[in-house]
Every structure is written in structure tokens, then in C-alpha cells.
């Protein structure tokens, strides 16, 4: 690559840090409105920048990529899920793009494990009632819970997170069930005491709570179709943190509705930002605004990783976090 500093075009606004060390390093459009950019806005912003740095919320299908510029070399994505970008369009045209793995597991664990005690025990549901100031005090049989100590958890995408979960399970009594294409080597089921299901069916209907970690693909789109929710015990509870898309959000909300599952801890969404109005009015689910990585230390490592993958890519060697088509997959 030529020494001049790349044009860099990020699409949304990023914490201070990252964006001061952009500038010192890249020449850099920053967007300050702290909006989206519309498609249109994507496309002009492709057609003029060496490096494109969007976020989730940025559709990179193939009608916009099919448009960008013939500079654009690397899509730097701010995030770890590549689901909003079509990397077969983008190999096409010869565009890399890079990822930010790894610095969200901690916090993304972190935040299921949040789920997985607050819709047993139904913490947001007596919080709100406190709220409201209509408390009349304890009493023993006052908005009795689930324990979760001893319970069965089964994981769905025994990955970097999935296996960060399974970590802290272990320290609340749950006992770990894992699905996953392939079974994860035996030192590391030994490590977490997991059981591993071929059959995602049949972990379904064995397991009391479900924590949901795989991406969103072709293949695990509506990967719990409502036939696969309802081998799940009435009892039980799914969590998810991972891409709102893997669950039949229609589907799940009338068993909610109905009493077929215990409840729900989401913090994605199907068609986010939009929330179905029916999950809104149930007592028995704990709805998120898409937090699991939202920490002040993730945000900053984010934009490190970005940066460097910037960086190598302008520098002549391959973004060390570079995302293949069969990633994910």
C-alpha cells in the first residue's frame, strides 16, 4: 500500500478515545450525529474511502457493495458478528473485511448469566413493582421464583462465549448441556463438566433453561422454529444474547402468552430496533436494548482491534482479524 494515510469513512459515532486515535493515524470522516447512515449515505461513503468502518446496524448487503468504489479495499466492522455485511459480494470485489473477535466474551457472559438469575427469580418484574409504589410488604408466598442451583443449562454455540457462560454456570450449580456442529475437544468439556447433544432437539427437551450463542446465518435463521420451542418444557426459560434472528420471535411470544414456557430473558431482537408489542406486555420476560457488550472496556478495545487491523492492512499484511466466507458458518 502507498505511505499516504488511508481515507477512512466510520459510519457511526465511537468512543472519544478511538476516534482521536483514528485521527492521529488515518484521515478520517468521523460521523458525529450519532445517527445511522441512510443507504444512500453508505454508498457515497464507500465510493470515496479506502477503509469503511461500520457497525451492526449498517445493512452492507449486495446492491451496496456492488456500488462501492473501486478504493474501498477493507471493511474494517466494528463488532464481532459479520451477519449485516455480505462477504461473498464483498470476496467478489476484492474487498476484505475484519472483525473484532474475542473482546466481547467476557461482557456478553457476563450479561447472560444477568438473564439467566433475573427470569427465574424475576427480578425485573418486582422492580417494576416497586416503581409503581403498590409493594404491601413480604410475605412467604409473595412472587415465589425458581432457584436455578442444580438446574440444566444447555447452550446452544459452545464457542468463545458459549464457553464463557459455561464457566460462570459452574460457579451457580447449573449443570452444562452443549449443542454445537462439531463436539468440542474432551479437555474442554471435562473442564466445564459439559454434556454435549448431537441432537439439538433432544437437548431442547431435557434442559430447564436455554442461553442461546450461535451467529446469524443462512443455516441457523429461525434455528428455534416454533416446532423446535415447543419440544422445550413448559417450565423452562431461553435466553438470548446473541442475534435476534436464530429465534421465531412470533412464534415464542405466543407461548409466552399461552403459558408453554416459563419465560424469556432476550436482549436481541428479530427485527430490532422494533419490539414486538405483545413481548412489551408480558410480566414474564426481561427485555434488554441490545446490551450484552455495552461496557465502556469493550467499546475502547473494539476500536483498538479496528485500528489495528487498519493499520496492518495499510502496512501490507493481512488484518489479523480478517473474516473468511466460511466463517460463522
Known sequence: MPNKRPVVV?????????????MELFDVRLNLTGQGLSQAELIRSMQEADVLVPTVTDRLDGEVLEAAGPRLR???????GVDHIDLLKAQEKGILVS???????????????ALILSVPRRL????????????DGWSPTFMLGHRIWCKRLGI?????????????????GLKVHYHNRHRVHPDIEAELEATWWDSLDQMLARVDIVSIHCPHTPSTYHLLSARQLKLMQPHAYLVNVSRGEVVDEEALTRMLIKGEL????????EHEPAVNPKLLALDNVVLLPHLASATLESRAEMGEKVIV????????FPPP???LTSQGM
Open 99 to 113: 472483525n473484532t473477535p474475542d473482546v466481547l466474551t467476557e461482557d456478553t457472559a457476563d450479561m447472560t448469566m
Open 124 to 135: 425485573a418484574e418486582g422492580e417494576r413493582l416497586m416503581r409503581s409504589g403498590n409493594w
Open 74 to 80: 477493507l471493511i474494517a466492522n466494528y463488532g464481532t
Open 156 to 172: 446452544i454455540g459452545l464457542g468463545r462465549i458459549g464457553s464463557a457462560v459455561a464457566r460462570r454456570a459452574k460457579g451457580f
Open 309 to 316: 487491523n487498519i493499520k496492518a492492512f495499510w502496512d501490507g
Open 262 to 269: 416459563a419465560g424469556a430473558g432476550l436482549d436481541v431482537f
Open 321 to 323: 482479524d480478517r473474516v
Open 10 to 22: 466510520v459510519t457511526r459515532k465511537l468512543p472519544d478515545s478511538v476516534e482521536t486515535r483514528m
